[in-house]
């Protein structure tokens, strides 16, 4: 991804010239309509409707590490409509102003507008109305394990429900068992597809919806009729364990979320293998199942 944004900062940088070329003339041009004292109102509407203002080029972010959620929204009004907040330093992240005290409720909740409906608005007196629909919002942050404690320990976050949407990895320490041994030729052949095979997907078109620049409309993936089923058992065998004395009692937001978790997984398995897809087959729910028991296995442990 970090190659992909920076082959569309070189874009941007050469379009961005052109850019403020031509809002300096259309500006010029409005400026000379308005002056013209030969023309009425009429003739002076009709001239400024007929100048077409320039589009600027959408910002080249695709990544971000730390964002507050209002500069986060902020970026994604003129920038690409599909943003990650990826690092390895999760402290900074965690540690930042969007979860302080005063910051926090709100950081979780921005979050969670964004994986629920990737819908977002606010409005402040300084920078106005802002009205984002059709977004999509990543998140992937690498912490250790007293720092992650900051978040999933947080009752407030747990009440509000961001940890619910969050697929947690913990697997225990390897320490003292990893000892020196040659990559196998297959793994990096096996690395290296996935690299091509997700670079040719950060390259295609967004489905961007008509007249506008970055609202995605994105066709939705339907279940097969032997998928829907096997969607519909997993939902309700997690239910079940939610009951009194049930296996995932002890973790009941994460567990009302991982049929839903299911579903985006086996989506996200198949576009993945096929970008034009429309439908989720049984064999995709099924290792989008397989990996939600593993994350609910983790939350159990932890």
């Known amino acids: ?21 031509k809002r300096d003339a259309y500006s010029a041009e409005r400026k000379k309509s308005l002056g013209d004292k030969k023309k009425d109102f009429a003739q002076k509407t009709a001239a400024l409707e007929a100048i077409e203002e320039p589009q600027a080029p959408l910002t080249p972010m695709l990544i971000c590490a730390e964002p507050t959620i209002e500069g986060l929204a902020k970026a994604l009004v003129g920038g690409h409509p599909s943003v990650g907040v990826f690092t390895s330093e999760g402290g900074a992240f965690l540690g930042g102003h969007g979860f302080g005290d005063e910051a926090k409720l709100r950081t979780a909740a921005g979050l969670s507008l964004f994986w629920d409906s ?29 720092v992650a404690t900051l978040m999933f320990a947080d009752d407030l976050l747990n009440d509000q429900g961001l940890t619910a949407r969050i697929l947690t ?66 939902s309700d065998s997690v239910e079940a364990q939610l009951g009194p004395g049930g296996a995932l009692v002890s973790i009941p937001g994460f567990a009302a979320k991982m049929a839903e978790h299911a579903a985006r997984l086996a989506a996200v398995l198949r576009l993945l293998e096929d ?28």
């Open 118 to 146: 990737g819908e977002y608005n606010r409005v402040r007196a300084k920078d106005g109305y802002h009205d984002l629909v059709g977004r999509r919002l990543s998140i992937h942050v690498q912490v250790q394990p007293h």
């Open 169 to 234: 990895a913990a697997p225990e320490s390897r320490q003292g068992q990893r000892k020196w041994k040659e990559v196998a030729p297959e793994h990096i052949q096996a690395l290296n597809a996935c690299h091509d095979r997700l670079d040719k997907l950060f390259k295609l078109k967004l489905p961007v919806k008509q007249g506008t620049l970055n609202e995605l409309d994105p066709i939705a993936l339907t279940f097969s009729d032997d998928a829907r089923t096997g969607w519909i058992n997993f």
């Open 1 to 21: 991804m970090k190659e992909r944004q920076t082959a569309l900062r070189q874009f941007y940088e050469k379009e961005i010239k052109t850019y403020i070329n």
């Open 275 to 302: 970008p034009s897809a429309t439908t989720i087959e049984l064999e995709d729910l099924e290792r989008g199942i397989k990996l939600v028991r593993y994350y609910a296995k983790t939350a159990l442990r932890l």
